[in-house]
Structures are given as structure tokens and as C-alpha cells.
């Protein structure tokens, strides 16, 4: 299920979802810096283009020769890299993101450079490395998780320039990365040029999170309980992350069937898990996708039961 390349075939709209209001994205948009406007009609259509599977293939292709650069350069013993947030669940109507997302940041601000960063398609990467700054546990107080991941962005950022260098002129596949040292909505609207964002997890931390599954211990996974639940390996040094994360799905399957021995499992884990909660509501199309996620793992945790 890991080495499985995503594709259309996968990741098919829902048409019996209704479309989304377009014309409440036009009025929240009338109230705001017209410049908007012109970046959010960009941002549809290059999302109208991953439609075409030639299209959503190369961006995936492009995320994926991202992913490999960065493990070349062999930044900070980085023992995986893996994609996360749009593709990766799911080719949705990123519009319903752009709405809400969009319609609570303009409650506190009017800036055009910061409400729209919420409209840019981007590439989002999750790292799992090998901490060098001592163990660290999920159940570490909020603010030293916070403080140990603004430090460990720090030091990414240190090596990053020259990274960034590197995917600025190698990615030349039909899609361009952005310069970090620029603007990420200048960089978009005039050079069409996708900005990478980094989310770099301790390796322990990330291990060791995988042991709990149970609801009472998610708000300790502060940054990535989400991202855990869809996200796509890309580049893996350290097989022993696949093996972890495969644990903790099918941990989460049991879990479910002793909740709820008489309900369908797929259905439970796609419904009611808290991590999907806020997806779900969001994007229309997501269920089926994590219908093909999710079936081979609760197919894995019955045939044990047999």
C-alpha cells in the first residue's frame, strides 16, 4: 500500500455533493482588497487543472522530485519525507478551504499579502528527522513542543537557502518552485511558482505518538495528529517509519472495532474519527478517498480476527 503511486484513478470527484457557493466566496471577496479577486481566480484554475490526469500526475511528480532533492542534501539526518495536505487527500474542491480559511482571517485583517496566502496552492512536507537536541515526548508541556519545533524550523531554515536554490532551478517539469526570499503570493501571481512549506517532526516524537490511538491522548500530538492519518510517504531512508505508521492505522481499527463491534469499521474510522472531522465537513469528495486509503488496512486488521 506504500509504494502505491496516486492517481486520478484513485482520487475521483463526487457529483452528488452539492457544487460549492460560488457566489458567497464573490461576496466575501467584494469587501476586500480587488486584488484578491484576481489571485483566487489563478488559484481555481490551477486546481481545475488537476482534473487532468496528465496534470494531477505531474504535480505529483513534481512533489515527489521536491521530496527527493531534500533527501539528497541529507539535511539534519532526515529519516522521512512524506506529503501531506491537498492531493494527498484527495483531489477536493479546495474552494470550501479557500472560503472558510479566508472568511476568518479577513475578521483580523485587511492586508492583502496575509489573507492571500490563503488562496495559494503550495506543496506541504512533512519530515520526520532525528532529533539532536535530547528525547522528547508527547507528553512534553504545549509550549516546549511549540518552542522544540520553531527551533528545529530554525535550523532547517539555516540549510534551506541552498535547497531552495537547487529546487528553483532543477524543478522543470511544467511546474516551478518558489524563491523563498520572495513573497509566496508574488511569487505565485506573477511567476506562477509554488511555494514548499516545511513541517519538520522529531523522530522520536513521531515514533513514539504512533503507540497512542486512543482519543484522550490526541490534543498531546500537537502538530501532526492530522497528518498522520492521510499522509503519503514519499522518500523513506528509514523503513521502519512505514512499519510505525502501518501499526498505528490498523491500532486504530481495532480500537474502533471494540467501540463499535456492530458497526461498519470502514465507515467508522472515515465518520467518526476526530482527525476527519474537520475535513470531512470541508471538502465533499474526501470520504471516497479515504475509502481507498483506509480498505486495505481495515481489510489487514479483519483477516486477523479470521
Not at 487532468?52 to 539534519?76: C, H, R, W
Request: net charge positive; with cysteine; aromatic share 14%.
Amino acid at each position: 500500500m506504500f509504494n502505491k503511486i496516486i492517481s486520478t484513478s484513485d482520487i475521483q470527484l463526487i457529483s452528488n455533493h452539492k457544487p460549492f457557493p460560488e457566489e458567497k466566496m464573490q461576496s466575501l471577496l467584494k469587501g476586500l482588497d480587488p486584488r484578491l479577486t484576481e489571485l483566487y481566480k489563478k488559484s481555481v484554475q490551477f486546481f481545475n487543472r488537476l482534473n487532468d490526469p496528465a496534470y494531477f500526475n505531474g504535480f505529483y511528480q513534481t512533489i515527489k522530485n521536491v521530496a527527493d532533492i531534500i533527501m539528497s542534501e541529507n539535511l539534519l539526518g532526515i529519516e522521512g519525507i512524506f506529503g501531506v495536505g491537498h492531493l494527498f487527500y484527495g483531489n477536493v474542491d479546495f474552494r470550501y478551504r479557500m472560503y472558510n480559511t479566508l472568511k476568518q482571517a479577513a475578521k483580523k485583517t485587511s492586508y492583502y499579502y496575509d489573507l492571500g496566502k490563503y488562496l495559494l496552492p503550495d506543496i506541504d512536507l512533512f519530515i520526520v528527522y532525528k532529533n539532536t537536541q535530547g528525547p522528547i515526548s508527547i507528553f512534553s508541556e504545549t509550549a516546549c513542543l511549540k518552542e522544540l519545533f520553531v527551533e528545529n524550523s530554525i535550523l532547517f531554515n539555516r540549510q534551506w537557502n541552498n535547497i531552495n536554490r537547487r529546487l528553483y532551478h532543477e524543478i522543470t517539469n511544467g511546474f516551478k518552485i518558489a524563491n523563498r526570499n520572495e513573497d509566496p503570493v508574488d511569487e505565485f501571481f506573477n511567476h506562477g511558482r509554488l511555494h514548499v512549506d516545511l513541517f519538520p517532526i522529531p523522530a522520536d516524537l513521531f515514533k513514539e505518538s504512533l503507540n497512542y490511538t486512543h482519543p484522550q491522548y490526541f490534543k498531546k500530538i500537537v502538530f501532526f495528529r492530522d497528518m498522520l492519518f492521510t499522509c503519503h510517504p514519499l522518500n523513506i531512508k528509514n523503513s521502519e517509519l512505514l512499519i510505525t505508521l502501518n501499526q498505528y492505522r490498523k491500532q486504530v481499527v481495532r480500537d474502533i472495532l471494540k467501540l463499535y463491534p456492530d458497526k461498519n469499521p470502514l465507515d467508522m474510522v472515515i465518520h467518526l474519527q476526530p482527525h476527519y472531522k474537520n475535513f470531512i465537513s470541508t471538502y465533499k469528495e474526501l470520504p471516497l478517498y479515504l475509502q481507498n486509503l483506509w480498505k486495505p488496512i481495515v481489510d489487514e486488521v479483519l483477516s486477523e480476527k479470521k
